[in-house]
């Protein structure tokens, strides 16, 4: 029997569907360490775990410690620490490490949160990534221009999700942004070389520091382009084959850098750039599941639950490699505007043409307030075994579903 802890700030719904997978898991005793209180678990979820641990600050290593601790005297030594928010990979490794606990320490888990230091890292190895440079000054920041020239994009060095971050292609988005970075008096930015060409995924499983599983997929447009034009529907694509040229090389240097930044027994979800002249660039690495539908969207492209997968990973160190069965892809419906949605077009259409192949959703609906992330205020996947198929669904989607925003008053 495993005794673990699964450590979730929030229970929302995505978090939520990774605990009950973790504790369905045959031989494992699973707590969460919240700050939710007891009350707000839901019937299921509290008949699923073993144990429940309020704290006020789920980032806090040392509160992690004291629930760790205190678990201990219920359940027993806790002997598997989890969570999958990319903010509480690093306080996850140094309990593990000040507790003796099995899994990635705190230096491993520094390497793939400090973006900074991660491309630090790559560059050392050999491994190709955009040129960067961490400025706390505007000097600095002056300097790096210099050298590589507009457009740059700027992130926090320790950002997740694309949070706060901003493309400058002209003199003027820069004199905006050192304006803003100057009001966050003594925080480091990262400015980062603008890359250019199609952005993929590289998501993959790693055991005993070798990587036995990948898959990867296409965005279209890149997410950085959804994050400046809040109204535009994208798509995320899965293709049913991956081993072809266009994929060869990430699938060469995407262990190798996870080699070098020590991801051990993990998923990981890394961000890569297909240049124009052919080469690739490493944008990002996280050692975390992938968001976005994407952790669905895995598990409905090899007809696995990827939520099963990923804990019997972490808790018990088993896997069993999955083959790639389906293409699958999702759309993400946004809305014009702020406010509410105040209605929706397209869906009846849409299920009348494509509903045999829509494996999940989430529909917006009359009244929803929008949403402050790049997701949008609902989504709709499909899946078919020809990846023809699914791109031409999800263009249909996209250019057909429409999402009216309206301000409340």
């Known amino acids: 029997m495993v005794t673990a802890a699964f450590v979730a700030p929030f229970l929302l719904e995505a978090t939520r569907r990774f605990v009950l997978a973790a504790a369905r898991v045959p ?8 700050a939710s209180p007891l009350d707000d678990l839901d019937p299921e979820l509290r008949a699923a775990v073993a144990a429940h641990w309020q704290v006020t600050d789920a980032l806090d290593p040392q509160q992690l410690a004291d629930a760790v601790r205190g678990l201990g005297h219920q359940l027993g030594p806790v002997e598997r620490l989890i969570g999958i928010l990319e903010q509480l990979q690093v306080p996850l490794g140094q309990v593990r490490d000040a507790l003796g606990i099995p899994g990635m320490g705190e230096q491993s888990a520094r390497n793939v949160r400090d973006k900074a230091r991660m491309k630090t890292v790559l560059e050392q190895a050999g491994l190709p990534c955009a040129r960067h440079q961490r400025v706390s000054r505007t000097q600095q920041a002056e300097d790096f221009l210099e050298l590589v020239g507009l457009p740059v994009v700027a992130k926090p060095p320790d950002g997740a999700g694309a949070t706060a971050t901003y493309r400058l292609d002209t003199r003027g988005d820069v004199d905006a942004w050192l304006e803003l970075a100057r009001r966050e008096s003594g925080q480091e930015w990262l400015l980062e070389e603008f890359l250019t ?8 499983v790693t055991v005993g520091g070798q990587t036995v599983f990948s898959s990867v997929a296409d965005y279209h447009p890149t997410p950085l382009e959804v994050l400046r034009n809040p109204w535009m529907q994208w798509q995320v694509v899965l293709p049913q084959r991956v081993d072809g040229p266009e994929y060869a090389e990430i699938h060469r240097i995407g262990p190798q850098a996870l080699a070098a930044l020590g991801v051990d027994n993990s998923v990981s979800h890394m961000e890569w750039f297909a240049r124009p002249d052919g080469s690739v660039a ?16 895995i598990g409905l492209a090899h007809d696995v639950d990827f939520f099963d997968l990923w804990s019997r990973l972490v808790l018990r160190e088993e896997f069993v490699r999955p083959e790639r069965v389906y293409a699958c892809g999702t759309a993400y419906l946004r809305g014009m505007g702020h406010g509410r949605v105040r209605g929706v077009t397209g869906l009846e259409e849409i299920n009348r043409e494509l509903g045999e192949l829509v494996v999940d959703h989430r529909l917006p609906h009359r009244g929803q307030q929008a949403s402050s992330s790049y997701e949008g205020e609902g989504f709709i996947t499909v899946r ?17 579903v429409q999402v009216t925003l309206v301000e409340a008053g």
Do not use: C, N
């Open 27 to 34: 031989d494992v005793r699973l707590a969460v360490i919240t």
């Open 197 to 204: 060409g199609r952005e993929h995924t590289f998501d993959s």
């Open 282 to 297: 490493i944008s990002e690495v996280g050692a975390r599941p992938p968001g976005a539908q994407l952790a669905s969207m």
């Open 384 to 400: 078919h075994h020809d990846t023809g198929v699914v791109r031409e669904a999800l263009e249909r989607i996209v250019s057909t």
